[in-house]
């Protein structure tokens, strides 16, 4: 199983002031199930150490400004948070955990200030924005939120329960493993949400006679909603 990380809460010291935000839950219990790919725009644009960003709302428009001299420098980190997207679609990802209220990671956990310095708001952030944008259905969380034990345990559940159907989808040759992975997930699917269980019941029962890798596809992306 893989996981994109915040490389701060993997220990690399790379925050703007040099330091790190190492995560225990991360590094001591979920490792122990996961391979990490380690992600920092800020610190390909900008380097470590360096001043301090903010996102601003100029005209409508979400910019991203030097906190010292109010340079824009928006355009700098979308190109890095474009590479480091490039880099995590070459990999088999079952989740992404984002450093909170980050100007590139945060989501809607980043402050939104006006241009007269007061905050707006909350927002994502570069980089969390463009990876909801390129994977909807990709289990993502902070770490801030994973310190709740529900929301923690519900994180653990999606990432595992979309790597069991990567690896079904990869090994599944027909309708009879489509039931029989359909029946090991029943309890976990009711729990989540009844309603796209009995959705993916009718699908299994293919009573419209569609071929399979089409009702895989239909699966899959309702698989995916449920578990969300």
Known sequence: MTIAVSACLLGEKIRFDGGHKLDHFITDE???????????????????????VRLVNNAGEVRVQSNKTGEDLTDALIRTSRYELSKLESQPLCGVIFKSKSPSCGMKSAKLYLENGMCEGKEDGVFAR?????????????????????????????????????????????????????TACKFM??????????????????????????????????FKTAIA
């Open 130 to 182: 463009m990876c909801r944008e390129r994977y909807p259905l990709l289990p993502m969380e902070e770490e801030g939120r994973l310190q709740d034990m529900w929301l923690r345990e519900n994180f653990v559940m999606q990432v595992f329960a979309y790597d069991a159907f990567e690896q079904f989808k990869a090994a599944c040759t027909g309708i009879g493993d489509l039931v029989e992975f359909h």
């Open 30 to 52: 979920l490792r122990a199930f996961a391979d990490f790919i380690p992600f920092c725009p800020e610190h390909l644009a900008f380097g470590t150490p360096r001043p301090s």
């Open 189 to 222: 699917l009711q729990s989540k949400n009844e309603m796209l269980y009995r959705q993916l019941g009718n699908v299994v029962a293919n009573r419209e006679g569609e071929p399979f890798q089409t009702l895989l596809g239909r699966y899959e992306h309702l």
